[in-house]
């Protein structure tokens, strides 16, 4: 029928368990220190690093600082493209292009370069085309009151190539050198 498992089966089941996790533990110190997930670790970094440059990228062209662009899409480069293209190559580095992993994370950054450079960068344009429209409305029509839509979501090829870039050369940086540190 079943099996009754007690309290004191289950307590010594799971100190059996922390026993042998933390010896393993204590022998791959060196692991603890470095990420054991060098893709996933390479596209975080490159996206707080795209999102990090467009606080400057924004003072360069406007003239002026501002740190909502840390948490804001579109502009210069692209942390989508970043992130995307960081994970790419990371895998590819670490287990080849002809990887299904690989596979899977190239039709995935391909599909969201193209949507960040076409589909999103279009819906912007049109969000300023209907802020514009709004705000030339009368102001007792129901729709003047509204608030303005987003129109910073997209971008332009050249921030895309940019944000890709940045992740090559991150996810290549850190997959080299953590690499060669074991």
Not at 41 to 63: D, H, M, P, R
């Amino acid at each position: 029928m079943g099996e009754v498992v007690t309290m004191a089966d289950l307590t010594a089941s799971m100190e059996k368990a922390s026993s042998t996790s933390t010896a393993s533990s204590s022998s791959s110190s060196h692991s603890l220190l470095l990420p054991s997930n060098l893709p996933l670790f390479s596209a975080f970094v490159s996206f707080a690093l795209a999102q990090f440059l467009k606080i400057f990228t924004t003072w360069y062209k406007e003239k002026r600082w501002d740190s909502k662009r840390l948490v804001d899409s579109g502009g210069m480069p692209s942390s989508h493209s970043a992130t995307v293209s960081a994970l790419a190559l990371s895998i590819a580095l670490q287990h080849g292009t002809s990887s299904p992993a690989f596979a899977i994370s190239f039709v995935l950054a391909s599909v969201v370069m193209y949507d960040a450079s076409g589909i999103r960068l279009h819906a912007g344009r049109q969000a300023e085309v209907l802020n514009q429209i709004v705000c030339q409305l009368p102001p007792q029509h129901p729709l003047s009151n509204l608030r303005p839509l987003r129109h910073s979501l997209g971008h332009t090829p050249l921030q895309v190539a940019a944000g890709a870039l940045l992740g090559c050369l991150i996810a290549f940086y850190i997959t080299i050198s953590i690499s060669d540190s074991y």
